[in-house]
């Protein structure tokens, strides 16, 4: 076995092995988002579990820098998808000239429930399924995740079975930060904004981004080459099958080290761990419920790829649960502001005085005293007369 695999061999098997983008609409029979067909509108995209498809991602060159930017892992000029590029960021949401239109890539959704949601219609060939491969799942894996994030089903993912209609309902979890908190130290408030922790391979920084970034130069250090889903530049070598083993552990020794490290540090201390990857200071989590019912389709028989073969249906429909949400926010708990209206009030009570007080002190230990003093000697005097 090769210890490095040929830089531009694995993605054409890959390629050969997987959905051919000339062949979605055998797949990809029904989407609708907003009224609107979408189904031209998935491209492909290389991850560890070979080319899948996504929807409102930004194109390869929005997300990878420029060192990074290895052509035969940008598929969509293989495929000839014209995928936008960005006018939204997590920090500082749409642009301004993006505000007034729905247009704008990503697209937006127009509200909360099944109606303003996505739904689609997917085949699976029967004889397409090697129970084999990875695991005997039968269906397909769904992830969801913030445009600019790699999607990395090795991490999480939602199973989509067969012959199955299945509503995704969703509800984020948006956590933003004061702008006040630029002022602390990243480890004080536990979070990078997006210019603070530059990435070698990514213009877009999110803690998964970081991670897969940690994760890539460690394995590099490693096994002096990388799996094929990992950014690099053209001269890092591909790690072939006599690796596999070898990257493999390098994975569990960086969540090792990550591990030892939180735990070991001191009570207070607030220390970089190895990856260094704090949380964006604004992030997006999508939780999602599932509720599935039994599907059946009366179009059961297909003619594929001039073969009569048998194929199995999923329809599904994703969609946010409500038309609103609630965010956190990071924010300064005891300010500088209000540490000097505290300390001022304190030096009041127990030190300082007011000019009123001095006012009132005036009056009564000289005016008043000398008012009731003159008004006591003429009442001696009064008393003296008499």
């Known amino acids: 076995m090769d210890d490095n695999a040929n830089a531009y061999d694995y993605v054409d098997v890959l390629d050969g092995l997987g959905i051919h ?4 609409k055998d797949i990809f029979t029904d989407c609708e988002f907003r009224g609107k067909n979408i189904c031209g509108l998935f491209y492909p995209f290389l991850t560890e579990e ?6 409102n991602s930004p194109n390869f060159t929005s997300i990878y820098r420029e060192e990074s930017h290895f052509t035969e892992l940008d598929l969509s000029d293989k495929y000839h998808v014209n995928n936008e590029s960005l006018s939204w960021s997590l920090d500082e949401g749409f642009h301004r000239h993006a505000n007034s239109t729905l247009e704008h890539y990503p697209y937006r959704t127009m509200g909360g429930g099944i109606r303003a949601g996505i739904s689609m219609k997917l085949r699976n060939v029967k ?15 769904v992830l ?8 990395r089903l090795s991490k999480k993912y939602i199973q989509v079975p067969m012959n199955q209609h299945i509503l995704i309902s969703v509800k984020p979890t948006v956590m933003t930060t004061s702008k006040n908190l630029q002022n602390y130290p990243p480890h004080t408030r536990q979070c990078f904004f997006e210019h603070e922790r530059y990435l070698r391979f990514f213009k877009v920084y999110t803690q998964a981004n970081c991670e897969l970034e940690c994760l890539t130069n460690y394995t590099l250090s490693k096994c002096n080459c990388v799996t094929f889903s990992m950014p690099r530049n053209t001269a890092t070598p591909v790690c072939g099958p006599a690796k596999i083993d070898c990257y493999r552990r390098a994975e569990f020794e960086v969540m090792s080290k990550e591990f030892h490290e939180n735990i070991d540090q001191p009570e207070g201390c607030i220390l970089k761990t190895v990856c260094n990857c704090l949380p964006s200071c604004t992030a997006i989590l999508y939780n999602s419920e599932i509720s599935t019912t039994k599907f059946t389709d009366d179009n059961t028989t297909n003619t594929l790829s001039s073969k009569q073969t048998t194929s199995q249906m999923v329809f599904f429909r994703i ?13 300064e708990l005891f300010g500088l502001t209000d540490f000097l209206a505290n300390v001022g009030g304190l030096l009041g009570l127990f030190l300082g005085i007011s000019a009123i007080g001095v006012a009132e002190l005036a009056y009564f230990f000289i005016i008043r005293f000398n008012i009731n003093l003159c008004y006591r000697i003429s009442v001696v005097e009064e008393h003296s007369g008499e």
């Open 50 to 55: 070979g080319i899948c498809f996504t929807f």
């Open 144 to 151: 969801l995740h913030t445009p600019g994030e790699i999607p």
């Open 319 to 331: 969609f946010f649960k409500e038309n609103q949400y609630i965010a956190s926010k990071r924010s």
């Open 21 to 24: 983008f000339g062949h979605l």
């Open 127 to 141: 004889i397409d399924f090697d129970s084999t491969c990875r695991s005997v799942f039968d269906g397909f894996k």
